[in-house]
C-alpha cells in the first residue's frame, strides 16, 4: 500500500485530478468508470492517470476504474453523503471518553489534564454529529425501502433490520445520558470548563431531539410493516381466487355468490344505458332537423379524426434515439436542504431558507427563477413534515415568499 509522506502530497496529488475525482465521486454509485473517460477528463495525460493509480488514490480493474475506499470514506463523511448507519462509532467513542476521563483523574500535570479535556470535548461532539447523522440516514432508509424495494420479503427484512439499528442509537444514546448525569460524576466535578459544560448542554439537547425522532421512526416502521402485512394478505387472496376461477371452480368452493347478492356498491352496479327509440313522425317534423344535423355533423368529425390518426410506426422511426429532459429529483434537493440546516446549526449559523437555498442550488440542468417558484411550491406541499414555516416573509425581485427552514 502507498503512503504518503506530508499532507501536502496528498492535497496536490488530489488537486491535479480534481475534475476526474469529481466525476468519479458523483457517479460512484451508478456506473464503472472506463479508462478512456478518465484520460478524456485528464485531457489525454496518461502520466497523470498512471501517477493516481500508483499512489492507490485509484484503483485499475481491467478497462474500469474506481476510487480507492481511503479516499471515498473521506470524500463521503467530509459531505455527509454516506447513508450507513453506523452504531459501532458512537459505541468505540464512548468507551474511549471513559478511558480520557481516567486519564484526566490519574494526572497530576495540569497541561497534560488541558490536552485530555480537549479530546473529550472533541469526542463529544462527534457524538452529537455521528447521531444526528445516523438519525438521518435512518428515516430516509425506511423511507427509501417501503417505496422502492419491489421484493415484499427483502423489503420486510429491510425494515425488521432497521429496527434493530434503531433500538442500537436509542441504546448509545441512553448510555451517552448516563456517562454525563451518573457514570463520570467525579471527573465533572473536578474539569470544571466552561466551554466543555457548553458542550454537553448541546449535546443533551440534541440527544433528547434524537429520541423523539426515533419515536417517529418507530411509528415508520410499525406503520409500514402493518401496511406490507395487509398487502401481502390482499394479493393472496386475490391469487385463491384467480387459481379457482381458472379451475372453474370459485362458485363451488367459494361464498361468491352470496357476497355478490348482498353487495349494493355503485361500483358493481354497471353503468345502466338509457335505450329510448323516437318516432318516425318527430323524426320527421322540423323541430327534429337541427338535432339531426347536428348528429350527422359530429359523425363527420369523428371520421376525419379517425382518418388523421397516425399509422404504424416506420424502422427507421423505431430505430430513432429518443429525446428525454431531465427531470429535478425533488427527493435529493429536499435530502440536501435538510444537510444544509443540519450543518448550520453544528456551525451556530442561521441556515438558509428553502427558496434562497433553491436559488443557489447546483442542479443538473439550467433551472430559472420562474421554475425555482414552481419547486418551491412542490417541495413545501410534499415535504411539509420535513420543513419548518415561519410567519417571516422574504422578497427576491418580483416574488415574495415565506421563509421555511429545516425543521
Known amino acids: 500500500?502507498?503512503?504518503?509522506?506530508?499532507?501536502?502530497?496528498?492535497?496536490?496529488?488530489?488537486?491535479?485530478?480534481?475534475?476526474?475525482?469529481?466525476?468519479?465521486?458523483?457517479?460512484?454509485?451508478?456506473?464503472?468508470?472506463?479508462?478512456?473517460?478518465?484520460?478524456?477528463?485528464?485531457?489525454?495525460?496518461?502520466?497523470?492517470?498512471?501517477?493516481?493509480?500508483?499512489?492507490?488514490?485509484?484503483?485499475?480493474?481491467?478497462?474500469?476504474?474506481?476510487l480507492d475506499v481511503r479516499f471515498l470514506d473521506f470524500f463521503e463523511t467530509l459531505l455527509e453523503a454516506n447513508e450507513e448507519i453506523d452504531t459501532a462509532t458512537i459505541d468505540e467513542n464512548i468507551e474511549y471518553l471513559h478511558e480520557l476521563m481516567d486519564y484526566y483523574l490519574k494526572e497530576k500535570i495540569q497541561s497534560r489534564k488541558e490536552s485530555y479535556v480537549r479530546n473529550i470535548k472533541l469526542t463529544f461532539q462527534k457524538i452529537a454529529r455521528v447521531t444526528i447523522r445516523n438519525i438521518m440516514n435512518l428515516q430516509n432508509s425506511i423511507d427509501n425501502t417501503f417505496k422502492h424495494e419491489p421484493t415484499y420479503q427483502i423489503k420486510i427484512a429491510k425494515l425488521k433490520n432497521l429496527d434493530k439499528k434503531r433500538i442500537n442509537i436509542q441504546n448509545l444514546i441512553d448510555s451517552t445520558e448516563h456517562l454525563i448525569l451518573h457514570e463520570e460524576r467525579l471527573f465533572f466535578q473536578q474539569a470544571t470548563d466552561e466551554e466543555l459544560g457548553r458542550i454537553l448542554l448541546e449535546l443533551r439537547q440534541e440527544l433528547q431531539l434524537s429520541a423523539h425522532s426515533l419515536i417517529r421512526a418507530q411509528q415508520d416502521i410499525i406503520n409500514y410493516l402493518n401496511q406490507i402485512k395487509n398487502q401481502v394478505i390482499l394479493v393472496e387472496k386475490i391469487r385463491k381466487v384467480k387459481y379457482l376461477q381458472d379451475q372453474f371452480e370459485l362458485r363451488a368452493r367459494s361464498n361468491l355468490a352470496e357476497v355478490m347478492e348482498n353487495e349494493h356498491s355503485v361500483l358493481l352496479e354497471g353503468c345502466t344505458q338509457t335505450s329510448f327509440k323516437l318516432s318516425p313522425e318527430y323524426l320527421a317534423s322540423d323541430e327534429a332537423r337541427p338535432i339531426i344535423l347536428r348528429i350527422l355533423s359530429n359523425r363527420k368529425t369523428r371520421e376525419h379524426i379517425r382518418k388523421n390518426e397516425a399509422g404504424a410506426f416506420s424502422e427507421e422511426d423505431m430505430k430513432a434515439q429518443a429525446m428525454y429532459e431531465e427531470v429535478v429529483n425533488l427527493e435529493e434537493v429536499v435530502k440536501s436542504f435538510l444537510q444544509s440546516g443540519a450543518e448550520a446549526q453544528w456551525k451556530n449559523e442561521q441556515p438558509k431558507d428553502l427558496f434562497t437555498f433553491l436559488l443557489h442550488y447546483s442542479f443538473q440542468r439550467e433551472v430559472n427563477e420562474e421554475e425555482c417558484t414552481t419547486l418551491f411550491c412542490q417541495i413545501v406541499s410534499l415535504y411539509e413534515d420535513k420543513l419548518e414555516i415561519s410567519d417571516d416573509f422574504g422578497r427576491y425581485k418580483q416574488y415574495e415568499y415565506a421563509k421555511i427552514y429545516p425543521l
Open 1 to 66: 500500500m502507498y503512503i504518503f509522506r506530508s499532507i501536502y502530497e496528498i492535497i496536490n496529488t488530489i488537486s491535479t485530478a480534481k475534475t476526474l475525482l469529481t466525476e468519479m465521486f458523483e457517479k460512484r454509485k451508478t456506473i464503472s468508470f472506463r479508462y478512456i473517460d478518465a484520460l478524456e477528463l485528464l485531457k489525454d495525460d496518461e502520466n497523470r492517470l498512471k501517477i493516481l493509480i500508483e499512489k492507490e488514490v485509484i484503483h485499475q480493474n481491467g478497462n474500469f476504474l474506481e
